[in-house]
């Protein structure tokens, strides 16, 4: 467990008086794929959440956490958010979008307020694992927590495979 650090994402944490564990995994200065980063971490994979940023047909942008060992069904995305259709967005438009890079993309502290969608599987655990604003470091905390913080739905918005 790491101490060391406090990113934007510990902070907001701490401001609205959420209870999270801070925990870190080795890394280079590129993003791990979120299947490592669960077993860098020992951690069950179903459990670690990734943060995905997609732009609908309407042209507004979305947020969706999943497992990191699942796939964003676009359809269900679609849905879940009431869009025709949405495509996920570039790699490179991330940082001007949400003001996070690949890898250390958290649905807490972006820049600007986007409806968000969590897997409902993330309550079928009483913590989940999300980043926490920085490569290398995951935070863990209570799920309920977190969608009550974001203001985030829930829906089934996974393909597994």
């Known amino acids: 467990m790491a101490k060391s650090i406090k990113t934007n994402v510990m902070r907001i944490l701490d401001k609205a008086k959420i209870k999270y564990e801070v925990f870190e995994y080795p890394h280079g200065k590129e993003a791990v794929e979120g299947n490592e980063v669960a077993a860098l971490m020992g951690q069950n994979p179903s459990q670690v959440f990734k943060t995905l940023v ?9 947020v969706f956490d999943i497992p990191v060992n699942s796939h964003l069904d676009l359809k269900k995305a679609a849905k879940s958010v009431g869009e025709k259709s949405i495509e996920m967005t570039a790699v490179k438009d991330l940082v001007k ?4 890079a690949r890898g250390n993309v958290s649905p807490i502290g972006m820049k600007a307020s986007f409806k968000t969608v969590i897997d409902v599987t993330a309550f079928d655990f009483d913590e ?5 604003g920085k490569i290398g470091f995951q935070i863990k905390a209570d799920p309920r927590e977190l969608i009550r913080l974001i203001g985030a739905e829930t829906a089934d918005i996974v393909m597994y495979g």
């Open 54 to 62: 997609a732009k609908g047909k309407s042209g507004e942008f979305y």
């Open 97 to 100: 979008i949400c003001g996070y």
């Open 128 to 132: 989940i694992y999300i980043s926490a």
